[in-house]
């Protein structure tokens, strides 16, 4: 049986009902069927159907009861009533108790499949939207804009100077800056935090769908196109629309956009209605857009309507005194998330990530640090950033030997010995062990991932 196959249950008295629906279109989904309702029933606590075609009109239990029942079992098991008896009141309360959509017998099975694929349609859009929710409640609990550095409170005031305007804000930063957090906040601080917030990578979408993906497309408009689709300017209304990357938007898609910004309305891809919207533009880019001006790859009238508001995001690298304060937010924030209880970082780690110059920005702390999270291993940071250095050059961890000449530091003096003494015990242990590293882990009573990075630091060889 094909997994992939969305499981249709059809319960009906009649039987060449089922037959007839199963012969149609049974290449296209998984048929089951029940002769009544109370079979119907088990048959929907066993197979967990996607859809359930289902007859008003049968012997015992009646198709309004049996749907009363399956929707107190599931409520999101999606219903369609079939019915040779059309009378209106069966229509209001069938679609009242909860069922999506109701087919008259005699039908045609043409018909079914356009109301199955309709009804599906809609399923899979609520899921993405209830999907969707729970993503941006996630986020809007967990991500802000973390920094107390002067930069970053610069831009915090910004944002809360302009999040409730209908002015354009251009994020500019490296990648893992945190542009898509400020778009965010932007929306979150402003009247329209209740309506949608629609984000589109314009570098991730082939040049020749982004128009139709922007703006949508009419029936007919290119080859595939079987019905009308909203694009994503027109699922944003009343709500923002978050542009990432839009110095990749290509130059014939740019003076569309300028048109949404100047007077909000545009053209569906085939249309001839212009549609007029109500939506918060809010660009990003890590391009360098004056270059792009001077490359001819961005119009420059687009450019100045783009920028009346630029938000420069620094590099982590720039502010590196809130690497404390991030290192904090993300422990808290995912040993909620795993529900975990570990511990704050040493500060001797805490001290080499604020050396560290992160090329991946703070996208690349967090992801370091919920790693150190979920395997509960602080030495997993020395690990990455050595591995990165051997890369870039950018860090070189010290040797744990007298090396700077006139070092009174009894703390440092005091470390360089005992690391010497941990080296001499390691080398010693290994030896009697002949090299077996787990043997020489439980002798030592660490981890064997603690004795794998101490052979590393001490450069210990057999």
Request: with cysteine.
């Amino acid at each position: 049986m094909d997994q992939d196959k969305v499981k249709i249950l059809v319960i009906d008295d009649d039987p060449k009902v089922s037959w007839l629906l199963s012969e149609s279109l049974g290449k296209t989904y998984e048929i089951v069927s029940a002769k009544d309702g109370p079979e119907g029933l088990q048959m929907v606590s066993k197979t967990k159907p996607n859809l359930v075609l289902l007859d008003i009109k049968m012997p015992g239990m009646e198709g309004l009861e049996v749907l009363d029942r399956i929707k107190s079992m599931d409520q999101l098991t999606e219903v369609i009533m079939l019915s040779g008896h059309g009378e209106t009141k069966n229509v209001v309360e069938s679609i009242k108790r909860g069922a999506s959509e109701f087919i008259n017998k005699p039908f045609d099975v043409k018909e079914v499949e356009i109301h199955i694929q309709n009804v599906l349609e809609k399923n899979h859009l609520k899921k993405e939207l209830d999907h969707l929710k729970k993503e941006l409640k996630d986020r809007s609990q967990y991500e802000t804009l973390v920094g107390d550095s002067f930069p970053m409170l610069q831009i915090k005031t910004v944002i809360e100077q302009v999040a409730d305007s209908e002015l354009t804000v251009l994020i500019r930063g490296e990648s893992g800056t945190g542009k898509e957090i400020v778009a965010r906040m932007l929306h979150t601080l402003s009247s329209r935090k209740n309506e949608p917030f629609i984000k589109v990578n314009c570098a991730a979408i082939p040049r020749e769908l982004l128009e139709a993906e922007l703006f949508g497309y009419e029936k007919g408009a290119f080859t595939g196109a079987f019905k009308t689709k909203q694009g994503r300017f027109e699922t944003a209304n009343k709500g923002t629309i978050f542009l990432d990357e839009i110095g990749d938007m290509p130059l014939e898609l740019q003076s569309k956009l300028l048109q949404v910004l100047e007077h909000y309305e545009f053209m569906r891809v085939g249309g001839i209605k212009t549609i007029k919207v109500d939506t918060r533009i809010v660009c990003a880019t890590n391009r360098d857009l004056n270059k792009a001006l001077k490359d001819q790859t961005i119009r420059e009238d687009l450019f100045y309507r783009l920028n009346e508001v630029t938000l420069n995001l620094p590099p982590l690298r720039e502010r590196r005194e809130d690497i404390p304060l991030l290192i904090e937010h993300f422990l808290q924030r995912y040993n909620t998330v795993y529900n975990k209880k570990y511990h704050p970082l040493s500060s001797k780690t805490v001290q080499l990530l604020q050396e560290y110059d992160w090329p991946g920005n703070v996208r690349q702390l967090e992801n370091l640090i919920k790693q150190v999270v979920v395997r509960e291993d602080e030495e997993i940071i020395y690990d990455t950033i050595k591995m990165s250095s051997l890369h870039t050059g950018s860090y070189a961890a010290p040797t744990p030997s007298f090396t700077q000449a006139k070092d009174y530091s009894l703390k440092n003096r005091v470390g360089e010995v005992v690391a010497q003494q941990e080296k001499s015990l390691i080398s010693e242990v290994l030896s009697k062990t002949n090299w077996n590293r787990r043997k020489a882990a439980q002798l030592l009573e660490v981890s064997y991932r603690s004795l794998l990075y101490k052979i590393k630091e001490y450069q210990l060889t057999g």
